[in-house]
């Protein structure tokens, strides 16, 4: 998982504890290596970001933020919403029949994989188990680390 640190060696037995780093200190990283600020305006994207309750438009987080009284561009959202993938935070969910794509956060989650349905866009997240492992395996095997994975699966009313 991007910006954990495990404990280990603690005096105190917690050996298993995983301190997960803040997710703005992630995301100002990520600004910092492409040389960019941690602005006013990418600080309540991210927040409003970090509300999202599932998958989200980013259309609808444009709204939302004009509708808490801030003022954003959309090329401001849609730069943000990019350097927040580059960062592990979010990712983008594509749809078969939609070009715009939908969003979510992955940061702090065990489970990004989803099963859509084609003919009304629901999403659910599920998990499988094992899958995770398989994909250890299969990085070990060619020499890799696991970053991530994401699987989508998308199904119609039989």
């Given at each position: ?62 709204r ?60 659910v997240?599920?998990?499988?188990p ?29």
């Open positions: 998982m991007p910006g954990s640190k495990s404990l280990t060696g603690s005096p105190s037995g917690l050996d298993d504890l995983t301190i997960i780093e803040p997710v703005c200190a992630i995301f100002r990283r990520t600004l910092k290596g492409a040389g960019l600020k941690y602005t006013l305006e990418r600080a309540q994207i991210l927040d409003s970001v970090m509300r999202q309750p599932g998958l989200f438009h980013a259309e609808e987080l444009i939302g933020l004009k509708a808490e009284g801030f003022r954003v561009s959309k090329a401001t959202v849609y730069r943000t919403l990019k350097l927040m993938q580059d960062s592990g935070i979010i990712q983008r969910v594509l749809f078969d029949d939609d070009d715009a794509g939908r969003y979510q956060v992955v940061f702090g989650t065990s489970a990004s994989d989803l099963l859509i349905r084609t003919d009304n866009g629901d999403a997240q599920i998990e499988i094992g899958l995770r492992a398989l994909c250890e395996q299969l990085c070990t095997k060619h020499g890799l680390a696991l970053k991530g994975h994401r699987l989508q699966v998308f199904a119609a009313p039989a």
